[in-house]
Structures are given as C-alpha cells and as structure tokens.
C-alpha cells in the first residue's frame, strides 16, 4: 500500500498538471483580475482532471496487485492440500 502512494505522488508530481484543454488567457494584461481568475480555472480544471487519472489509475493497479496475492494463495493452498 506504501509502494502504490508513493507511484501515485511521483506520478502527480512528474506530470503536467494544466494538460487539460485550457482556456486562452493571453489576451488579458497580466496582473489583472480577469487573468488571474483564468489562470486559477484552467489550474482547477487540470487538477481535477490529474486527480481523476490517478485515482483510475491507483484503482486498476490495486485491483492487479489483489489478484495476483488471490493467485500466490491459491497455489500455496493447493500445495498444501497436496501434503
């Protein structure tokens, strides 16, 4: 469980987070309150949308990580059955 929080973080971390379709905020003068409420959407907008993927992502991975320990079981069981 430690493993999969640490692959999720790095993984936030090592992305883009504004890859999400952006709204064009380069014709508003810099300091201005319309350009920073722009900037501060698309911010919102592609940390929802990160979030989202690896949350999917942190969910296919536990899902994988749980079959193959039902799997390893099995096998132990079976062995032991076996004896």
């Known amino acids: 469980m430690k493993k999969i929080f640490i692959i999720s973080i790095f993984y936030l971390f090592s992305t883009n987070i504004l890859i999400a379709d952006e709204h064009k905020c380069s014709g508003m003068k810099k300091l201005s309150k319309e350009y920073l409420a722009c900037t501060a959407k698309n911010i919102k907008v592609?940390?929802?949308t990160k979030k989202?993927?690896?949350?999917k992502g942190s969910i296919k991975k536990t899902n994988q990580i749980k079959d193959s320990t039902k799997k390893m079981l099995n096998k132990i069981k079976t062995?032991?059955?076996?004896n």
């Open 46 to 48: 592609g940390a929802v």
């Open 79 to 82: 062995k032991i059955k076996k």
């Open 52 to 55: 989202d993927q690896v949350k």
